[in-house]
């Protein structure tokens, strides 16, 4: 398919260049600067997440943030998408496309979390590693947020509603993809091994979140601060 050194150019740009740079648009720097005059970085965990933002800005500010990081998740993967219908005309699950979307879901994910234009410090890429999903395989945002809001009313940590929505999130690839789709072994593979990058990407960013809530530390949701 990719057969001569403009399409292998084509490929990059559009798999791995400018979904890093629609990454790097960290909305809740933007909202926190663009607004409130103010580096959210310098705030609370000093994370730049909607959480973070939620709780140092508001309802406001984070619903603008989690709109914004969502929303270049979906459009670095939709880029993808158009990509090849434009250039190679393949089928939607052609082993090659796949790759790209996943590649282009990492490249989002590692642009938020290393942002270009900030210093390369921003947040831990769940609402980008969401918008990305809802782009690739909408229908697996059904469990995922049914895990996210059970773990959240069970244990009140959106830290830890993260994390295991991220666990869970490769293995709901593999079942969709076999089992829903039919899909071919070598897609599948792409398809599961794409997703498990991410989920361990994800959890790897909420290591120390992880060892908060393994030490009873982490904050709590609606909580009050003591």
Request: hydrophobic share 55%; charged share 10%; proline share 3%.
């Amino acid at each position: 398919m990719l057969n001569d050194t403009k399409s292998i150019v084509l490929y990059v740009l559009f798999c791995g260049v400018i979904p890093y740079l629609l990454g790097s648009l960290s909305f809740s720097i933007i909202v926190s600067k663009g607004i409130y005059h103010q580096d959210i970085r310098k705030f609370g965990s000093g994370n730049a997440g909607m959480t973070n933002v939620l709780r140092t800005f508001g309802k406001k500010a984070a619903a603008l943030t989690i709109v914004g990081d969502i929303g270049k998740g979906v459009a670095a993967v939709l880029l993808v998408k158009w990509f090849f219908s434009m250039h190679f005309n393949d089928q939607i699950y052609h082993r090659g496309e796949v790759l790209g979307i996943y590649l282009a879901a990492f490249f989002a994910v590692i642009g938020h979390v290393y942002p270009l234009y900030f210093g390369f410090k921003g947040g831990k890429a769940v609402s980008v590693a969401t918008g990305a999903i809802a782009a690739i395989e909408p229908l697996l945002l059904v469990p995922l947020v049914i895990i996210f809001f059970a773990v959240l009313f069970a244990g009140k940590m959106v830290s830890l509603s993260s994390v295991s929505c991220a666990a869970a999130y490769p293995i709901l690839t593999l079942l969709y993809y076999w089992l829903c789709l039919g899909a071919a072994p070598s897609i599948t593979l792409t398809a599961t091994v794409g997703a498990l990058i991410m989920a361990a990407l994800v959890i790897w960013l909420h290591r120390g979140n992880i060892s908060r809530i393994r030490a009873g530390t982490e904050y709590k949701f609606f909580q009050k601060k003591k």
